[in-house]
């Protein structure tokens, strides 16, 4: 089945989930996604995030990233800082740890490639 989205104003998002608060660093984050492929080894589709800072580590996967809409940062563990809008485009390796600092609502699309 073919899935496509037109536009972000289109879509019905799922309830927003707040970030774990142990993640949290400032602001109250929540993410809402939505899948629009999964299989055994991938995962694809859309996730909209509040703003906010908190904590990520990929474990297992490896993520590639492009932003449609919003402002933030990604912020690697030894300093090094991606900024992220509109057309961003990142690819993030297994075991990558940092921080989403998010400033003005974004929504990215996603391909996860389980590594494990």
Known sequence: M???VTTTDDIQWPAPVAISPERVISGEP?????VLYSDPTTDSGLWKVAPGEFTTKLTGYREFIHIIEGHGQLIEDTG????LRTG??????EGWTGRWKVQRELVKSYSIVRTK
């Open 80 to 83: 090094q800082e991606i900024e």
């Open 30 to 34: 929540a993410a809402s996604t939505l």
């Open 2 to 4: 073919t899935t496509a």
């Open 88 to 93: 961003t485009v990142v690819a993030l390796p």
